[in-house]
């Protein structure tokens, strides 16, 4: 068993020990997953580079909570959909490997239909 299936193992446990799999089809997992998103960004709203960097410093705790939070909810996400997410992500960076080859895409920031 890898670390991540050791990991949703230990969220699926606290979930069920709690009863909440009655709340968490996907359609609330998705959304639940874009709200703990936002609480992500409402670390840098409002700052430059430098005074995001100092809230980072300031804030890591509880910055690192909010990250946990959306990977709890998209770990949740991939497990009622059946998706695996190793397996998806490997498969899509194949894909953004294709989209965005090294040799047309370093060092810019311009969509892959404009390279």
């Given at each position: 068993m890898g670390e991540i299936d050791e990991l949703k193992a230990k969220i699926i446990k606290f979930r069920d020990e709690r009863n909440w799999e009655q709340f968490h089809n996907a359609k609330d997992l998705a959304?639940?997953?874009?709200l703990e998103a936002s609480e992500v960004l409402e670390h840098f709203q409002w700052k430059n580079q430098?005074?995001?960097e100092e809230h980072i410093e300031n804030h890591k705790d509880e910055l690192a909570?909010?990250?946990?939070?959306?990977?709890i909810y998209l770990i949740l996400l991939s497990h009622e959909?059946?998706?695996?997410?190793?397996?998806?992500?490997?498969?899509?960076?194949?894909?953004n490997d294709k989209k965005y080859p090294a040799s047309k895409s370093k060092g810019s920031h311009k969509k892959y239909t404009e390279l």
């Open positions: 959304i639940s997953l874009s430098r005074e995001a909570d909010e990250l946990a939070d959306v990977m959909t059946g998706i695996d997410l190793l397996s998806a992500t490997e498969k899509k960076l194949i894909k």
